[in-house]
């Protein structure tokens, strides 16, 4: 079946360091890959997305590239700051189909 | 992007009761999605719920445990009934949305304590 297995946490940076949050796929065909956010006390929010093979999803900084000769879809970010300190979660999904699977998630935590 | 409202945010409840939780969209939908987060884990989907149809149970949830209701389609409930602190959870609604019609779209979730 389809799954998502990304790396555990928590991972802890200082400010400005390079982030890399690694994330694997099992599907068929050919999924949506997604990278959501969760701030402290608040819901999921889409950070960005790739609908094909070598699409690169952006947003705040943070980029992704859809790889599909290695299953991956690992989030990368030049120069963390802060107010990233969050719960990063990688996911699939199908425009033919409702169901997104969600991976385990990632605490990520920006020491100043 | 559609705009999810959630009521009520946060809740303790003691065991045994139910709490009914109310999700409204500032759009006309077709599926909204329940999940649950426990604490530190990722999303669980508990069901899909369509307008005027019963909810599709994923496996492990059953609609004794989990009603839902889909009077029309900016609105659903989620009860959590006979509780228990298993359940003490953040449970999120959420809806398709995007371009492709592939990306959710959360509520911002219910807190649930459960002593």
């Known amino acids: 079946g389809n799954s998502v297995t990304q790396m555990e946490g928590p991972v802890t940076l200082s400010e400005e360091a390079f982030l890399t949050i690694n994330c694997t796929y099992t599907?068929?065909?050919?999924?949506?890959l997604f990278w959501y956010v969760q701030y402290p006390g608040e819901g999921l929010q889409l950070l960005l997305k790739?609908?094909?093979?070598?699409d690169k999803g952006s947003n705040k900084g943070f980029e992704a590239t859809y790889r599909k000769e290695t299953t991956s879809f690992h989030l990368e970010k030049g120069s963390v700051q802060v107010s990233d300190s969050a719960v990063y979660f990688c996911?699939?999904?199908?425009?033919?189909?409702?169901?997104?699977?969600f991976g385990s998630g990632t605490r990520l935590s920006i020491r100043p | 992007s559609a705009v999810i409202s959630q009521k009520p945010s946060r809740d303790i409840c003691q065991r045994g009761t139910s709490l009914t939780i109310q999700c409204q969209v500032d759009s006309q939908v077709t599926m909204m999605f329940w999940y649950r987060q426990q604490p530190g884990q990722s999303l669980t989907l508990i069901a899909t719920?369509?307008?005027?149809?019963?909810?599709?149970?994923e496996s492990g949830f059953v609609i004794d445990k989990f009603p839902i209701s889909r009077p029309n389609l900016t609105f659903s409930t989620l009860t959590v009934s006979n509780m228990s602190p298993e359940d003490s959870s953040i449970y999120l609604c959420?809806?398709?949305?995007?371009?492709?019609?592939?990306?959710?779209?959360f509520g911002p979730g219910t807190r649930l304590t459960v002593l």
């Open positions: 996911a699939l999904g199908y425009s033919s189909a409702s169901k997104i699977i």
């Open positions: 719920a369509n307008q005027g149809s019963e909810a599709t149970y």
């Open positions: 790739a609908t094909k093979a070598d």
């Open positions: 959420s809806v398709l949305g995007g371009l492709a019609g592939d990306e959710q779209f």
């Open positions: 599907a068929t065909g050919y999924p949506s």
